[in-house]
């Protein structure tokens, strides 16, 4: 069973800096997706970004891009120039691949982000 | 296309009593899934199907019960319902790898807006 943690329960920051949130993962599988998700208070959910564990680049989304580090099975996810618009709850998630689709996400506890004016 | 659908958005519900929270999505995708959020602890999946006919248990059934009669639809079915199911549900869906609309390999999956369900 796959495992995702987040040790981070709360940030803040202010308006226009970066901001780094932390997570860690346990599994014995090598294909793998991973992921983080965004949720503001209108409680949807919304994909930031993927990684792909077989590609080495650290993937990036405009002001998201994040430090893929296999071997320490850690994925953090920065956040450049932070706007009041990324106050939200941000969950990390595991999803393990397979050409036969396994879409179940594993989901850590989330860090609520906060960004201040 | 409406995407993933759900209805109701609010439910306060009495120890014991049943509903059925629906789910439906227009995408044509054979992947759906349930999940529950509780404070402290993400996103847990309940159930999930891998097309019509097929459903399978994720992380924590008890208590709930599914059935995938379409590709559309997917109700979470709640028998009798306990304070401890007290949470925000979400649907989500997505496609299956290699069919018309599902590449191999990742398919993103595409979340409802949620259902808070409140057990007295």
């Known amino acids: 069973a796959q495992t995702v943690t987040q040790s981070q329960p709360e940030m803040s920051v202010q308006e226009a800096e970066t901001v780094t949130l932390s997570c860690t993962y346990d599994t014995s599988e090598n294909n793998y997706y991973l992921f983080w998700y965004k949720q503001p208070p209108s409680r949807q959910m919304i994909l930031v970004i993927r990684?792909?564990?077989?590609?080495?680049q650290n993937a990036t989304e405009n002001r998201f891009s994040v430090n893929f580090q296999k071997a320490a099975k850690s994925f953090s996810l920065k956040i450049s120039d932070s706007q009041l618009g990324d106050t939200a709850m941000y969950f990390c998630?595991?999803?393990?691949?397979?050409?036969?689709?396994?879409?179940?996400?594993?989901f850590g506890t989330g860090t609520r982000l906060t960004i201040i004016p | 296309n409406a995407g993933v659908t759900q209805t109701p958005k609010f439910q306060v519900l009495k120890t014991g009593q049943s509903m059925t929270l629906q789910c439906a999505q227009d995408?044509?995708?054979?992947?759906m899934s349930w999940y529950r959020q509780d404070p402290g602890m993400g996103l847990r999946l309940i159930h999930y199907s891998v097309g019509a006919g097929i459903t399978d248990q994720g992380e924590v059934p008890n208590g709930y019960n599914v059935s995938r009669s379409t590709t559309e639809d997917f109700p979470l079915r709640l028998l009798s319902a306990a304070p401890s199911q007290t949470s925000v549900y979400f649907c989500?869906?997505?496609?299956?790898?290699?069919?018309?609309?599902?590449?191999?390999?990742?398919?993103?999956?595409?979340f409802g807006p949620g259902t808070r369900l409140t057990v007295l």
């Open positions: 998630a595991f999803m393990k691949g397979s050409n036969f689709g396994n879409e179940k996400l594993t």
């Open positions: 989500a869906s997505s496609y299956a790898p290699g069919t018309s609309g599902g590449r191999w390999g990742y398919n993103e999956q595409f």
């Open positions: 990684q792909e564990a077989y590609k080495q």
């Open positions: 995408m044509n995708h054979e992947y």
